[in-house]
């Protein structure tokens, strides 16, 4: 018989972190024990061996972790004095101190088997139901997460209730790690780090060409929104981070310099500069909204330990929007840069959107009544719209409330992407105003937005959730054009030449390989199309037409071939 709570993952997920301490409790028995949580893909559990765990001790601790799962061991709970558990774990500081941090006289004991834990509850009836599990990597830690406490050693895992489950987040588990970005990167020659500027992307030619299409895909949809597109510098100074707020907030994470005596610091955000150009000048209300566009390269110090490829880099380019309007045109300016979010991100293939309210953080600007001002500004705007969406206590940034967009990739992994914030505090700090109808002045709203976020994250997450083989409209490589023979080289390069005058991408392979090496480099390659030539396409005029998934077409006309071309590029 089942308990009530037997299907929820985390009770069955803190059951196999027990089981993971039993586990290693009979392998390893001088190893002191500490903490192992259940977590949102899975478990850990901390511990401090008397040598440090690797890799090569995983399989051999599952494989107890599967003996002790099939001793079916009833799992207990009892409740015992602090006294009494404070003899149990005389040897263990770390259960000692969680002893005395617990609040009243007495404190959890799990059992099961010989094996004992110090626990609030929770669990499976037996270790026969935790089937479904794997040990999936070994870490370093900190007692209680604190670089200055004990390190430790952290052994994670994730565990299921059924087979169907398990074996669905092996795959993607799998498939994350084949299809990362920074090996895609690469395998296509797409992008490259070095330790001359550790964090910051190195983009090869196919790399930048992406980015290329990207900046030309979304520059095309917000002329016709009405933005103007501006450009900012990339030092600035210090005063002027001070005013916005951004020093305070951010002064660890930003590059100075001195320059004739004066603080500079180069900028890890764009809106301090729209600002400076809004202020170029007197605005009127006729103006309104003022929709501000930059593609703004922007650098942050980020710690080595946390920077992962594209993901998180040094140096970015965000593709900032800043709208300058009246309090009466907010709604409207938010409804519209939501449409326009689910537009773009649709045609990257992305359709399950989520969308989340962030409000205010603990560390942020002013006073209460604007931030209520801006929440239910922002609220009004999606109520409207008839969008659902979440609250995310405390997420907001430090100057303003924010929307934000999470997209699901082809793996089932959620990503942030875009963001909009309605900020009133900018333009108080920096004392904003326009011309009102009357006459007077009136201060803006300031509205923040970016649908890519950083160009180089977004990057990274497409290619991964195409596994590298990227849509025809924005491959760096769309076609290569293969010969059987030498006698058709004539031919293929005229069709080069007419792709080519229709801003096709293409190639042709000049390599003296067969027609199936030529195939198999193409493929690797992840090239959309192979057009395929030998003296039948030739004689009619015509191509064969063979997709990177090993899918043809035949005796297509020439001239078909390259409208379908230039259809599939229009974006």
């Known amino acids: 018989m089942q308990r009530p709570d037997q299907k929820d993952l985390s009770v069955l997920r803190h059951s196999a972190a027990h089981l993971l301490a039993h586990a290693v409790s009979e392998l390893f028995p001088d190893t002191l024990m500490t903490i192992g949580p259940a977590t949102e893909d899975g478990f850990f559990y901390d511990f401090l061996p008397q040598r440090n765990f690797t890799q090569d001790d995983l399989p051999i601790i599952e494989e107890r972790m599967r003996e002790i799962s099939k001793r079916n061991l009833p799992l207990t709970h009892e409740q015992m004095s602090k006294d009494d558990a404070r003899k149990l774990y005389h ?104 330790e001359e500027g550790p964090g910051f992307p190195f983009f090869h030619a196919h790399g930048k060409t992406v980015l290329n299409i990207m900046t030309d895909f979304l520059r095309k949809k917000l002329q016709r929104a009405g933005y103007q597109e501006i ?24 590059y100075f310099s001195n320059i004739d005596e004066r603080h500079f610091a180069i900028k890890p955000m764009n809106c301090p500069g729209s600002i400076l150009v809004y202020k170029e000048r007197p605005r009127s209300y006729r103006e309104l909204p003022l929709r501000l566009a930059e593609f703004g390269a922007v650098h942050r110090h980020e710690l080595s330990g946390v920077l992962h490829g594209l993901f ?4 970015f380019t965000i593709d900032d929007g800043h709208i300058y309007c009246t309090p009466e045109q907010i709604e409207h300016e938010v409804h519209q840069t939501i449409v326009m979010v689910q537009e773009v991100l649709a045609k990257f293939g992305f359709a399950n959107i989520k969308v989340a309210l962030s409000t205010r953080p603990a560390k942020a600007f002013g006073r209460d009544e604007p931030w209520e001002k801006a929440i239910s500004a922002l609220k009004n705007a999606l109520d409207h719209a008839g969008i659902a969406y979440t609250i995310a206590e405390g997420d907001g940034a430090f100057y303003a409330p924010k929307i934000e967009f999470r997209i699901e990739d082809s793996m089932g992994r ?3 992407c875009g963001t ?48 590298g083989r990227l849509p025809f409209w924005i491959a760096p490589m769309q076609v290569k054009v293969l010969t059987i023979t030498d006698d058709q080289k004539a031919y293929a390069r005229d069709l080069v ?31 959309p199309w192979m057009a395929v030539i030998g003296k039948k396409e030739v004689e009619n005029n015509t191509v064969t037409l063979r997709y990177v998934d090993g899918k043809q077409e035949f005796g297509i006309s020439r001239n078909d071939f390259i409208a379908r071309a230039k259809k599939e590029s229009v974006y």
């Open 91 to 194: 040897n263990n500081p770390f259960k000692l101190e969680l002893i005395n941090s617990i609040e009243g006289d007495t404190v959890g004991i799990a059992r099961q088997g010989e094996f004992y834990d110090l626990c609030r509850g929770g669990h499976v009836m037996r270790t026969g139901n935790i089937k479904h599990f794997k040990l999936l990597g070994v870490s370093g830690s900190y007692w209680r997460a604190d670089r200055n406490n004990q390190a430790l050693q952290r052994i994670s895992g994730t565990a299921f209730y059924d087979k169907e489950s398990f074996d669905q987040f092996i795959q993607r588990r799998e498939d994350a790690i084949r299809f990362d970005h920074r090996r895609l990167g690469k395998e296509l020659d797409l992008f490259s780090f070095h």
């Open 231 to 254: 450009s900012t510098p990339t030092m600035l100074s210090e005063d002027l981070w001070k005013q916005s707020g951004h020093y305070d907030f951010y002064k660890n994470n930003m």
């Open 312 to 315: 998180r880099a040094r140096s």
């Open 414 to 416: 959620e990503w942030q």
């Open 420 to 467: 909009v914030q309605l900020d009133l505090f900018m333009p108080e700090r920096f004392d904003l105003s326009y011309i009102t109808p009357a006459g007077t002045k009136a201060r803006p709203v300031m509205i923040h937005r970016a649908i890519y976020g950083s160009f180089e994250r977004f990057f990274a997450i497409l290619l991964e959730h195409y596994k």
């Open 497 to 527: 030449h007419e792709l080519l005058a229709q801003d096709i991408r293409v190639q042709i392979d000049e390599s003296s390989d067969p027609i199936a090496g030529q195939i198999k480099t193409a493929q690797l390659q992840q090239i």
